[in-house]
């Protein structure tokens, strides 16, 4: 019953190419949301998104960017990969913004 | 700028003895104060979310309470299975995004 699946799970790519992870929710839910995880740093936004092409910046969002033309897809692209982009990718999803987000079961994207 | 803090960073437990997680919180405003589980290579699961200070909430052996500047996880005569990170979230009033604390590492050995 995932309701929410990122793809691809794992990716690994080189410094300089454009990178993009997919996001899918079956759930029709009007928030979606891009973290990353990275040890000492815990989960930070980088993107959101508040309805069909509506989209906002979160506290990590250089070097990032978004789209969202459904409501059940939320494409994270990173511009020109870095290193310090290597990290795990988690999407969420939310009924509103008040209510509690459902993760994803993340993608670990290594830069090399 | 918000802030969560969480302690501690690990705890080890014997099956069956109880003890209580901590997340302290700054914001200018409380919305919602959110606790997730997280299992390795997994993402985080929605567990409780709290809005007013004085809220419980309860589910099996988990139990979480919330004041005005800290929340406590309460995991009463834990098993082995309740091993995980347990992270710690808050939204403030006038933002839409949760900001994380960086989690409690529970291990409950059998």
């Known amino acids: 019953d995932a309701g929410i699946t990122q793809s691809p799970r794992h990716k690994v790519t080189e410094t300089g190419t454009p990178v993009t992870l997919r996001c899918h929710q079956t759930?029709?839910?009007?928030?979606m949301y891009w973290y990353r995880q990275d040890p000492g740093h815990g989960l930070r936004l980088i993107h959101y998104?508040?309805?069909?092409?509506?989209?906002d910046k979160g506290e990590v969002s250089d070097g990032y960017s978004v789209s969202r033309s459904k409501t059940e897809d939320f494409l994270l692209t990173l511009e020109s990969a870095t290193s310090s982009q290597t990290s795990v990718y988690f999407c969420?999803?939310?009924?509103?913004?008040?209510?509690?987000?459902?993760f994803g079961q993340g993608t670990r994207l290594t830069v090399v | 700028e918000d802030q969560v803090t969480q302690s501690p960073e690990a705890l080890r437990l014997q099956e069956g003895e109880s003890s209580s997680l901590n997340c302290s919180y700054t914001?200018?405003?409380?919305?919602?104060l959110f606790w997730y589980r997280q299992d390795p290579g997994k993402g985080p699961e929605f567990l409780f979310t709290?809005?007013?200070a004085g809220e419980e909430k309860e589910k099996e052996r988990l139990k979480a309470t919330l004041t005005k500047k800290e929340s406590f996880l309460h995991i009463t005569a834990p098993k082995p299975e309740d091993s995980a990170t347990y992270l710690c979230?808050?939204?403030?009033?006038?933002?839409?995004?949760?900001?994380f604390g960086e989690g409690t590492q529970l291990t409950v050995n059998p």
């Open positions: 969420a999803m939310g009924r509103e913004v008040s209510t509690e987000a459902f």
């Open positions: 759930e029709n839910h009007r928030y």
């Open positions: 998104s508040y309805g069909v092409k509506d989209t």
């Open positions: 914001v200018s405003g409380l919305r919602g």
């Open positions: 709290l809005y007013s």
């Open positions: 979230a808050v939204q403030e009033t006038s933002g839409s995004r949760l900001t």
